[in-house]
T-cell receptor, first 110, second 111 residues
Framework: DAGITQSPRYKITETGRQVTLMCHQTWSHSYMFWYRQDLGHGLRLIYYSAAADITDKGEVPDGYVVSRSKTENFPLTLESATRSQTSVYFC?????????FGSGTRLTVV | GQQVMQIPQYQHVQEGEDFTTYCNSSTTLSNIQWYKQRPGGHPVFLIQLVKSGEVKKQKRLTFQFGEAKKNSSLHITATQTTDVGTYFCAGDSGGYQKVTFGIGTKLQVIP
């Protein structure tokens, strides 16, 4: 959907580098989420946010940091990228009912 | 924590055959959601079921929520090649932050 945008679509980075994945939504949804998708694991929740300045850990938060200073933005930072963080990352938002997902960022750590 | 199991993980069907995927939760759910992800795409919300025993239809797709609100199923009648993709269930045990996704069922339709 055009209302939630992720950037970049593709990223290759080196082990140890800091990487930030961006997520922007235009609906002012309260809830936002970061998931990673890996073969054999489905979608796993990394972090979520219930509102600006309110964030909490999901199932697999280690190695990631989030912030939410504005309702519409929810960036995800990999502080020191590792090969195990090679994955497809999806941002999503929700305001009742189902989630709306962004198009994803395919991250490769070499 | 909450676990959502989904089976089968893979299913190949001939075009025109029916297809069913099943979802089971370790805890009682307040609602269950279903998503479809096309190859190379992102998950797209299909439907949410809230009531015990609820059945909803969308054209050839039928969604059911169990009486105990711990299981659900998605049935596709007379599959078409456009049905190809991975179908995920996602269980909500009471708050937006507690949605847990099943591993997904990857459907291949052979023309």
């Amino acid at each position: 959907d055009a209302g939630i945008t992720q950037s970049p679509r593709y990223k290759i980075t080196e082990t140890g580098r800091q990487v930030t994945l961006m997520c922007h939504q235009t609906w002012s949804h309260s809830y936002m989420f970061w998931y990673r998708q890996d073969l054999g694991h489905g979608l796993r929740l990394i972090y979520y946010s219930a509102a600006a300045d309110i964030t909490d850990k999901g199932e697999v938060p280690d190695g990631y940091v989030v912030s939410r200073s504005k309702t519409e933005n929810f960036p995800l930072t990999l502080e020191s990228a590792t090969r195990s963080q090679t994955s497809v990352y999806f941002c999503a938002s929700n305001q009742g009912g189902g989630y709306t997902f962004g198009s994803g960022t395919r991250l490769t750590v070499v | 924590g909450q676990q959502v199991m989904q089976i089968p993980q893979y299913q190949h069907v001939q075009e025109g055959e029916d297809f069913t995927t099943y979802c089971n939760s370790s805890t009682t759910l307040s609602n269950i959601q279903w998503y479809k992800q096309r190859p190379g795409g992102h998950p797209v919300f299909l439907i949410q079921l809230v009531k015990s025993g609820e059945v909803k239809k969308q054209k050839r797709l039928t969604f059911q929520f169990g009486e105990a609100k711990k299981n659900s199923s998605l049935h596709i009648t007379a599959t078409q090649t456009t049905d190809v993709g991975t179908y995920f269930c996602a269980g909500d045990s009471g708050g937006y932050q507690k949605v847990t996704f099943g591993i997904g069922t990857k459907l291949q339709v052979i023309p």
